[in-house]
């Protein structure tokens, strides 16, 4: 990126969460902001305002800005620290027990103050409207909340979940208040009342318009007087154009990669901008439904990953914009390794490829479709799909073609087992390997592709999970990762990098993009 640096991510790996972790106090106030507003672009659509629905990007863009959570992650950083709390801990023996205190004199945005009641509310309601848009299901290990005072509160756990500080640092664990949300259903009237560094001034579907909250008591300094976020629901050249043409001040999660790497590479075409890159922990994987009478053999899941040429693919459709994936958890992240590398190498291999089609009885071409659809993992997705299927064909192995439908069908056409191989992205809740893995291989994975592994449910993940110190998973990870790499339900493609392009006198976008992906709008300054 042209401004020019990448930020690093900051992995601690100490075993912080078994510890206390202890805030600075409430000196951190971050309700001055004083600087010119800033207009944000983005081809995402916010589809929530209730944090007990959202659970895309657009949306937790949005409640890591207007509501607090007891823990947030620092810029730079992937091990949570205090925010609404004063201090958090695991108490007893284990991680089944996790007590916070609040700091003193936190309020709501509307003046109300925030106890512990109000964060006890937000979890007990988030889980009782379990909504299927929301994420409620990240937190099948919450047994109850209680509240022994207005500035405790104790998280008691069904089983032991080291991560559980992680989760509630994220957009899921938003703070509401009480007297401002129904406790069985979510709020319609596009409003939100939170404790963070912004106010939710006005939300429509082209924008939301942010000022900053007077109230708020916290870790951020705000460094601008608000912000307009303008959403451009996926059309990546209405966005350029209105960066290009200075109406707005930054372009986020929407560029196309040829665009980025033309604004990088040619001045004459940028005018007045600059590229700014950093650390991402987006991935996309191929996906194979394991009940599919093609793609449920294993033969023609190695003949793919033998035949796969990642870095053709990103330097051809991605332009480098993202990097090959060989690991299930992406680099920078606590056990991350490269299973796929080692087991099915960095360059095709038709002799391989047709070996593992021959130990199926496969003799013919392998008539294969792949799915996609246009703009939910990327707007160069479908672009994609058409290069790795042309890279099967080329390999006089493979008959394959792409279809692509619209993201709703997808889902649906997914969940009725109806594609043998599809795409999927994730872009993680919580830098942590457990939000890579549980999620795809656990009990009752997202991915619905009929795959599962006793060695990895019933031993890894829990065992993985209970383990305070993330840096000692690194071998039960491994293993893990060389369940997947043999039994292929998955082929990890690419890690993505996050960009944001932004006009010359804006600053503070490279404190936005780490793996955390929380886009702290409060970083933002404008000249």
Not at 254 to 281: M, P, Q, R, Y
Not at 420 to 448: C, E, I, M, Q, R
Not at 478 to 496: D, K
Request: hydrophobic letters at 35%; a negative charge.
């Amino acid at each position: 990126m042209n401004l020019r640096n990448q930020w690093p991510v900051l992995l601690v790996t100490t075993g912080l969460a078994a510890g206390l972790i202890t805030g600075c106090g409430s000196d951190s106030s971050g309700s001055g902001g004083t600087g010119s507003s800033v207009v944000v672009g983005m081809s995402d659509d916010v589809l929530a305002t209730d944090p007990a629905s959202g659970y895309d990007p657009g949306s937790w863009l949005l409640f890591n800005n207007v509501f607090q959570s007891l823990l947030s992650f620092p810029k730079g950083g992937t091990e949570p620290e205090p925010e609404a709390a004063k201090e958090c801990a695991f108490t007893g023996t284990g991680t089944k027990v996790y007590s916070c205190t609040l700091q003193d004199g936190l309020k709501f945005s509307n003046g109300d103050s925030l106890t512990s009641e109000d964060v006890k509310f937000s979890f007990d309601r988030m889980m009782t409207i379990n909504d299927a848009a929301g994420p409620a299901i990240m937190f099948p290990m919450l047994d109850k909340v209680t509240t022994p005072d207005a500035r405790t509160v104790v998280f008691k756990l069904k089983y032991a979940d080291a991560t559980f500080p992680s989760k509630i640092a994220s957009g899921a664990g938003s703070i509401v208040d009480h007297k401002q949300y129904a406790a069985n259903g979510l709020r319609k009237d596009g409003k939100a009342v939170g404790s963070g560094p912004y106010k939710l001034d006005s939300y429509s579907d082209d924008q939301a318009v942010f000022s900053v909250n007077g109230e708020y008591k916290g870790t951020a300094k705000v460094q601008n007087s608000g912000v307009t976020l303008k959403l451009f629901h996926g059309n990546q050249g209405a966005l350029k154009k209105a960066l290009l043409a200075n109406q707005v001040d930054v372009a986020y999660r929407g560029l196309a990669a040829g665009d980025i790497a033309d604004l990088e590479k040619d001045l004459s075409t940028s005018k007045g901008t600059d590229v700014v890159e950093g650390t991402g922990a987006e991935v996309q994987h191929l996906v194979f439904n394991m009940n599919d009478p093609v793609a449920g053999k294993l033969g023609v899941r190695k003949a793919i990953a033998y035949l796969l040429d990642r870095e053709a693919l990103v330097n051809e459709v991605y332009q480098d914009t993202a990097t090959p994936l060989y690991s299930i958890i992406p680099a920078g992240i606590t056990g991350h390794d490269t299973a796929f590398f080692d087991t099915y190498g960095a360059r095709p291999s038709k002799a391989k490829a047709q070996a593992a089609l021959r130990t199926e009885g496969i003799t013919g071409k392998v008539k294969l479709t792949l799915w996609s659809t246009p703009s939910r993992y990327g707007p160069s997705t479908d672009a994609e799909f058409r290069a790795i299927a042309k890279q099967l064909n080329a390999s006089g192995l493979f008959d394959a073609t792409v279809k692509s439908v619209a993201f709703g069908q997808y889902e649906k056409d997914i969940a009725k087992g109806k594609y043998g191989v599809y795409v999927k992205g994730w872009v993680p809740d919580y830098p942590d390997p457990d939000n890579f893995t549980a999620p795809f291989f656990g009990k009752g994975n997202v991915l619905s592709n009929n795959y599962t592994n006793s060695t990895i449910t019933s031993q890894l993940i829990p065992k993985t999970a209970a383990q305070s110190d993330r840096a000692s998973t690194d071998t039960d990870y491994s293993q893990l990762q060389n369940i997947v790499a043999e039994q292929l339900p998955v082929i990890p493609i690419w890690q993505g990098k996050q960009y944001a392009v932004v006009r010359d006198n804006v600053y503070g976008l490279e404190y936005c993009l780490d793996a955390s992906t929380v886009f702290r709008f409060w970083e933002i300054s404008k000249g």
